[in-house]
T-cell receptor
Framework: QQQVKQSPQSLIVQKGGISIINCAYENTAFDYFPWYQQFPGKGPALLIAIRPDVSEKKEGRFTISFNKSAKQFSLHIMDSQPGDSATYFCAASSSNTGNQFYFGTGTSLTVIP | DGGITQSPKYLFRKEGQNVTLSCEQNLNHDAMYWYRQDPGQGLRLIYYSQIVNDFQKGDIAEGYSVSREKKESFPLTVTSAQKNPTAFYLC?????????????FGPGTRLTVT
């Protein structure tokens, strides 16, 4: 059973537009929600992460919005650039379970020039 | 230059052969992880280790084995019992403690079994 559900599977956005990727979870024990960016043939790299004590975190063009009551969180990429074209994974973990991460199935983002 | 190295980048094996994938880290992390990545399925945890000489099965451990004899090294063996071994394998490491820590990933090994 998928612990973290991610959508959409793929996304095409014009340069300068906003990319939005959504994730949902069921386990209320999750207390850490990172987003990873992966380029083809490479390992994932941490982009931004949030803990449930805040509803939003912004780093440059990347923002995580977190809705604890709905058990949802999303990644917003403002002013999307062709260099942002990659696969994005959301994840969740609980400090009760030894830093085991549960990943979403990934979103392939293509930013068209 | 700190990080995680995985070797080789590409690996080809015949069906029925065991194969060992290497993972080394110089980040002084206690915890290490092995994931398998297949198209459309995200990353699935195979095994993880919180300390030397100790490891736990993840969600898809069948057909795989690991060892953790040194803090820096966490090799993964894909045995002939693994029914569908062709995949992209990722190793990761993190600090260990009471709170969650970022996992740092290696560049991956693409295994093809024919």
């Amino acid at each position: 059973q998928q612990q973290v559900k991610q959508s959409p599977q793929s996304l095409i956005v014009q340069k300068g537009g906003i990319s939005i990727i959504n994730c949902a979870y069921e386990n209320t024990a999750f207390d850490y929600f990172p987003w990873y960016q992966q380029f083809p043939g490479k390992g994932p790299a941490l982009l931004i992460a949030i803990r449930p004590d805040v509803s939003e975190k912004k780093e440059g063009r990347f923002t995580i919005s977190f809705n604890k009551s709905a058990k949802q969180f999303s990644l917003h990429i403002m002013d999307s650039q062709p260099g942002d074209s990659a696969t994005y994974f959301c994840a969740a973990s609980s400090s009760n379970t030894g830093n085991q991460f549960y990943f979403g199935t990934g979103t392939s983002l293509t930013v068209i020039p | 230059d700190g990080g995680i190295t995985q070797s080789p980048k590409y690996l080809f094996r015949k069906e029925g052969q065991n194969v060992t994938l290497s993972c080394e880290q110089n980040l002084n992390h206690d915890a290490m992880y092995w994931y398998r990545q297949d198209p459309g399925q995200g990353l699935r945890l195979i095994y993880y280790s919180q300390i030397v000489n100790d490891f736990q099965k993840g969600d898809i451990a069948e057909g795989y084995s690991v060892s953790r004899e040194k803090k820096e090294s966490f090799p993964l063996t894909v045995t002939s019992a693994q029914k569908n071994p062709t995949a992209f394998y990722l190793c990761a490491s993190s600090l260990r403690g009471l709170k969650n820590y970022e996992q740092y990933f290696g560049p991956g090994t693409r295994l093809t079994v024919t």
